[in-house]
């Protein structure tokens, strides 16, 4: 049964609901589920025990290499490859190649920030089960929804249901993976 | 709120200096959804149409005919000579870099300094800065006269070892304002995601459900997906924040490397993002008090917000008359006579005293206006006085450029300059082009961010008391 579905999606009317009944969807000892919400609600990252986003890591990582790669970059063309004297400037300083190396760390920075966002959010990704759903539309609108996830190794179909209705869950549907 | 007990009421501060609700209504999280989208989900009204076809003519024909005529006859058919070889070309292009810098000031900045009131126009404002960075970064490469060389300002890696030179502050600046364009759009578009998800799931018919399904990258709103990308908002508002400074600040670069008095100054990199803001302040207004009747979001964006903005600007255009003053000091105390003859001549010259006077008396003094709340509500006077400011900030730059150029340190080299109609049409069809895409921003994308109004309005809190869920329907 579990290979084809997806897992078992609850509906919920307000980020307080949804966020209550995440802690008891924690307390039962789910791991593999989510919340899906119109806007973020603060408080679901520590229900959900999802620690520090490594969003920053790529912007860290990206920021840094573009600093040095252009202050390489500025010393290999003005310095190594192709010296010019003008105006009796040094080939390579510290002013002239600092803001230039600053300015690309800010924009692979900015850029590494949304290839991190993107990819670790798994986007772009067009299908998913949840799409195939009518009332998950409303998600985007003023509706939350709770799926805990078939893979989740206490998955049972009538347990989980019992659960989310135990909740305050409505709606509660098999969520069919296709 | 309801649930505050009276003990607490009697600690909260008085009315007059609590915080600005980040929204103004209790209302539930389908209206605010239904509110923000029904600009772009309803009938295209006449004025829009009417206001599209106008700055379509200026972005389709009158800015292809005098940037083709410009590029194949030559710099010739502008008004820049010897000495004055930077003319309207320059003066637009700052214009526009600094209309950009109140958008990401306003979206990023105020973002980190978490000033929840610009959340309704954060984006607004951030389009602002995406367009106008488009038509800035339009007069750099046409400003070079062979525009086809316009490669050479990259480093592309050649047969010849042909490098950018980068000990000249003017190749900071093709770096800056294309990181500036690249990192805005990156902001404005990542912003966009959860509203093109909303879209996606209200559309109606085949295409837009394509095309914003398309777009939204298939955004889920998951609990993991919210969560990076809120620290991704965060990261990025902090780069973008450091362009708001960075970015004029290497435009004033440009000029105080030069040695030609009225450029060669210390305070100008500071002083033209100082002058940036201000007219990028200017911009908001002129965009948003139109638009927010037009678009019927009087509820949403409030007179609350155009205060708030007002006094950002008088703020602004106080520093701005400060540096004024500060220049004209330094000119006096510096002993410099070409500084000396600059700086008076800017005032008591004889061929553009009118600009030196705007200065003062535009940029710097009719923002004063702003300290009288009356004036900051009544929005017909709020339009005239952004308006007027928008024009005296451009003088501000023709003063700086041309008023320092066409008297150099020759007397022999003296000339005047007047722009031709090639200058005025590139400059209308860069107005056009900003205007219209400005139109289709707000016909096809949600003006405010839906979702975080939602995130920011008193629904979305999680500790309200069940009692006074919902508030009004």
Known sequence: MSETNYGIAAEFDSAADVLRAAEKVRDAGYRRWDVFSPFPVHGLEKVMGLGNSRVGWFAFLFGAGAFIGTMLMIWYMNDFDYPIVIGGKPMFSTPMSVVPSYILLVLFAGIGTFIGMIALNELPRHHHPLFAKKRFALVSRDKFYLVIGSNDPQFSESVTRKLLEDIGGQHIEIVEDK | ?473
């Open chain 2, 1 to 473: 709120m309801a649930d505050t007990s009276t003990s607490l009421e009697s600690l909260a501060p008085p009315a007059e200096l609590r915080r600005l609700p980040p929204v103004p209504q209790d209302r539930s999280l389908g209206w605010f959804t239904d509110k923000l989208t029904a600009f772009n989900e309803g009938k295209t009204p006449l004025w829009w149409w009417v206001g599209f076809f106008i700055t379509a003519f200026g972005a389709t024909v009158i800015l292809p005919v005098t940037l083709i005529y410009k590029i194949s006859v030559g710099v010739g058919v502008w008004g820049n000579n010897m000495p004055v070889m930077w003319g309207w070309d320059i003066i637009n292009f700052v214009w526009w870099v600094g209309v950009a810098h109140a958008g990401t000031l306003i979206s990023a900045m105020l973002f980190l300094t978490r000033q929840h009131w610009r959340t309704v126009i954060g984006r607004a404002a951030e389009a602002m800065t995406v367009f106008s960075v488009m038509m800035a970064g339009l007069y750099p490469g046409i400003h070079v006269g062979r525009a086809w060389f316009d490669w050479f300002m990259f480093p592309i890696p050649t047969y010849e070892d042909m490098w950018p030179q980068f000990r000249s502050p003017l190749m900071w600046d093709v770096f800056a304002v294309n990181t500036y364009l690249i990192i805005s759009s990156t902001f404005w578009y990542m912003g966009l995601i959860p509203d093109l998800a909303l879209m996606r799931d209200r559309a109606k018919t085949r295409v837009r459900k394509f095309l914003y399904g398309l777009f939204a990258l298939g955004w889920t709103g998951s609990a993991r997906q919210w969560h990076n990308y809120e620290k991704a908002y965060l990261v990025l508002s902090g780069l973008a924040t450091l362009l708001v400074f960075t970015v004029s600040s290497i435009v004033g670069m440009d000029f105080a490397t030069a040695q030609i008095a009225g450029w060669h100054e210390t305070i100008f990199p500071f002083y033209f993002v100082a002058g940036a803001v201000t007219c990028g302040f200017g911009m908001v207004l002129v965009l948003l008090i139109p638009l927010r009747k037009l678009c019927h979001l009087e509820d949403i964006i409030t007179l609350a917000h155009i205060d708030k903005i007002c006094k950002m600007t008088l703020m602004m255009a106080s520093i701005m008359g400060y540096i004024y003053l500060v220049e004209f000091f330094i000119a006096w105390y510096s002993g410099n006579p070409y500084d000396a003859w600059v700086f008076g001549h800017r005032m008591f010259g004889h061929q553009y005293v009118y600009g030196g006077w705007i200065m003062l008396l535009i940029n710097a003094s009719l923002p004063q206006l702003f300290w009288i709340k009356r004036v900051r509500q009544n929005l017909w006077l709020v339009f005239v006085i952004a308006f007027v400011l928008n024009i005296g900030m451009w003088f501000e730059r023709f003063v700086i450029i041309v008023g320092s150029l066409y008297q150099d340190f020759l007397p022999a080299n003296w000339g005047v300059y007047y722009p031709t109609w090639v200058d005025i049409g590139v400059f209308v069809g860069t107005l056009g082009a900003f205007f219209m895409l400005y139109l289709l921003f707000v016909r096809f994308l949600p003006m405010v961010p839906v979702s975080e109004v939602k995130g920011v309005s008193p629904e979305a809190n999680t500790h309200r008391p069940a009692a006074v869920k919902g508030g009004q329907p």
